[in-house]
């Protein structure tokens, strides 16, 4: 707990956790100008449709459709950049070296950088959802939302499932992040094990949009990424929400097992 | 080091719980059924069929017919929806529930969108919120008032009571029999296959449908061309449920902001069932005299094949004009499986013109063009399905059938 706080102490003074905020800030406020131009546009297009043209109407639900912009890109970006600079960055300028020599266990070091990583993230998707919802709000009003199954539900209703969507995408962004810190026990360069992780994401992403390698599909925890979206078709159908937390599950203990093998036998050379 | 030994206790608990869960899911339903006759067996599905139960579970269907399929569901963008009706016949998989005096609902389910069918006590409804629109269906054409033309029953998008009914349809033209049994959907199932009669000329191979040994509901039927191995048309639960479901779910009100249109009843079975075939002859078949007489009373000049025709001529309806739709003629030639349904209409608008423009407007290559008997034609034919449309003055002519190309040409040449 006391490496934990230590650690936030630190993620709250670097600039580059602002830079990363922001950027995830931005996305929701650009998405509900764009909306809202393309609304009072007479040459209007019909724009990417799905949940993103519900929120169209409705302003409760901007926070999904950010939410499904994001997590394609930006946030497995900055769960990677966040899950490989915890470690490699401070293999990088040397501050870990000075750290270990104290007598704490390297289990506890990579679990407080797993956490302050986690807690990072979580503090960028509640700003996706608060800017979302209060840009939303302002343009297009806060209604009753449709869901994309035809049906109309209550206010609490909508908001209670933008809650569990984000729950849902927040657990599968942590597989990201893990998978980042697993690589950032190899290197000495953040650059390299954001990118690394990066690199499988995609290659992921490849892998399950090609039906040549369905097989591979219920193996991989981005195929997974989307299953939230069953949230919001009613009655919802809970076996793939539950697939996909089992999948994420098994892939961030794997990763953190395999992350905690490698960075407890490591030689810190540095 | 207790933690090492924490670490390996949880990751061999996942795996072994994971193995409970792949062990217990083969379990189920693995219990052999007492052997059945094929006609005991129509017998338990006709008798389930007249006190249905809820059926609900994820389905997926798959249609061959078309070569295109795939390449139009790429060119449509990975794991997007369709939009309309005409988008589900070329295959996908969503979920399904039926409940017997509420109506069904199909939801096929894209990325970030869905497409609905709802069939219940506010009419027949299919809601896209890709497009945001949601279209009513209803019989007539009503454009003027929509509200009073009569609402297709709910009967008529379900897609159990239509396979239920074919199924006892094409018994009674093929053979059938109880050719095993095989867990679909996770139920034990009968597999009762349907054959063509012996000497039929026919592409159609056979039909297998799975029924489930408990509940005898239909759970998956897979059409095969002949020759083929694979399944040409096919369509099934991946898993159900007998539970009930909320009537709610059968209800459809249009969502505000979204665009609402009403369009006359497409025909269903080729959307709800994958491609049946000919619609039921619900009236007393006329004779060849009797429908010549009546299409004449109604402005519609039939001509029919010459008496040295390869088929016999078996019954025939006609019905008048209506709804902006020409009069327009079907009659049947041939029993079972090599049977061939000959459509005649005038106007544009008519059933069998209807399906010409809907011919013309399939992509390149399906479509073949022919001189038969002096007159172009337009074929489309498939492994299973040969259509051929033609005009003659005023008439449209469409001809088709589960017959070899050779067939249906032969056919078509004999009609003067």
């Known amino acids: 707990m006391k490496l934990l706080?230590?650690?936030?102490?630190?993620?709250?003074?670097?600039k580059r956790s602002y830079v990363g905020w922001a950027g995830l800030l931005i996305v929701p406020l650009?998405?509900?100008?764009?909306?809202?131009?393309?609304?009072?546009?007479?040459?209007?297009?019909?724009?990417?449709?799905?949940?993103?043209?519900?929120?169209a109407h409705n302003g409760l639900l901007m926070p999904v459709a950010a939410i499904t912009l994001l997590s394609a890109f930006l946030l497995p970006l900055l769960a990677s950049m966040v899950g490989s600079y915890q470690l490699a960055g401070e293999a990088e300028t040397g501050t870990i070296k000075?750290?270990?020599?104290?007598?704490?266990?390297?289990?506890g070091v990579l679990a407080s950088k797993w956490g302050v990583a986690v807690i990072y993230v979580a503090i960028g998707l509640a700003l996706v959802a608060l800017g979302g919802l209060v840009a939303g709000a302002l343009a297009f009003g806060l209604h009753a939302p449709v869901l994309l199954s035809g049906q109309t539900v209550g206010i609490g209703q909508g908001l209670w499932l933008s809650l569990l969507s984000y729950l849902y995408v927040f657990v599968g962004v942590i597989c990201v992040l893990s998978l980042a810190l697993l690589f950032a026990t190899f290197t000495n360069s953040s650059l390299t094990a954001a990118i690394e992780a990066l690199v499988v994401v995609i290659v992921m992403n490849i892998l399950g949009a090609f039906s040549y390698f369905d097989f591979l599909k219920p193996y991989l925890f981005t195929s997974h990424l989307d299953a939230w979206q069953n949230l919001l078709s009613q009655p919802t159908d809970w076996h793939p929400i539950i697939t996909g937390l089992t999948t994420f599950a098994i892939y961030i203990v794997t990763l953190m097992a395999a992350a905690w093998y490698q960075f407890r036998r490591k030689d810190i050379l540095v | 080091m207790s933690r090492k030994y924490l670490i390996s206790f949880v990751l061999a608990a996942l795996v072994a719980a994971a193995a409970i869960g792949v062990a217990a899911s083969r379990a189920q339903g693995s219990t052999p059924l007492p052997s059945i006759s094929p006609a005991g067996l129509l017998a338990k599905v006709a008798a389930a069929a007249k006190s249905p139960v809820p059926v609900s579970g994820n389905?997926?269907?798959?249609?061959?017919?078309?070569?295109g399929s795939d390449v139009a569901s790429l060119l449509g963008g990975q794991g997007s929806a369709p939009n309309s009706l005409a988008g589900l016949a070329m295959g996908g998989s969503g979920r399904l529930w039926v409940q017997p005096g509420d109506g069904a609902r199909l939801e096929v389910q894209g990325n970030g969108s869905d497409f609905i069918v709802v069939g219940g006590k506010d009419g027949i409804w299919s809601y896209s919120s890709a497009t945001g629109t949601a279209v009513e269906y209803s019989h007539a054409a009503g454009a003027t008032a929509p509200s009073v033309s009569p609402r297709p029953s709910a009967a008529a998008v379900d897609p159990l009571a239509g396979i239920t009914t074919a199924l006892q349809r094409f018994a009674s033209t093929g053979t059938v029999a109880v050719t095993g049994q095989q867990t679909v959907a996770g139920r034990q199932s009968y597999v009762l296959t349907i054959t063509p009669a012996a000497g039929a000329t026919t592409t159609f191979g056979s039909a297998q449908v799975a029924i489930d040994g408990a509940t005898y509901v239909p759970l998956q039927v897979q059409v095969f061309a002949k020759g083929d191995t694979t399944p040409t048309l096919s369509a099934g639960f991946t898993s159900v449920s007998y539970a009930k479901n909320d009537s709610s779910l059968f209800s459809f009100t249009p969502p505000s902001g979204a665009t609402v249109q009403h369009k006359a009843s497409p025909s269903m079975p080729s959307a709800t069932s994958g491609g049946a075939e000919p619609t039921p002859v619900k009236h007393a078949p006329l004779t060849l005299a009797q429908a010549q007489a009546k299409a004449r009373s109604y402005g519609l000049t039939l001509t029919v094949p010459a008496k040295t025709a390869v088929l016999p001529f078996e019954g025939a309806t006609v019905t008048a004009a209506r709804g902006g739709h020409g009069a327009s003629a079907i009659l049947h030639y041939g029993r079972g499986f090599g049977s061939v349904v000959l459509v005649e209409s005038t106007g544009a608008t008519g059933p069998s013109g209807g399906l010409t423009q809907q011919l013309a407007k399939l992509p390149g290559g399906l479509l073949t063009t022919t001189t038969i008997g002096g007159a172009q034609a337009h074929e489309l034919s498939t492994s299973l399905v040969d259509v051929i449309a033609w005009q003659r003055g005023p008439v449209t002519l469409l001809a088709g059938g589960m017959v070899p190309s050779s067939t249906l040409q032969q056919f078509v040449a004999g009609v003067r």
Request: aromatic share 8%; charged share 10%; glycine share 10%.
């Open chain 1, 5 to 14: 706080s230590r650690e936030l102490t630190k993620l709250f003074a670097q």
């Open chain 2, 59 to 67: 389905v997926a269907w798959t249609n061959g017919l078309i070569p």
């Open chain 1, 98 to 107: 000075t750290w270990l020599m104290h007598s704490i266990s390297r289990g």
């Open chain 1, 30 to 55: 650009l998405m509900t100008l764009a909306i809202y131009l393309n609304g009072h546009n007479p040459h209007r297009d019909n724009g990417p449709g799905g949940v993103i043209a519900l929120a």
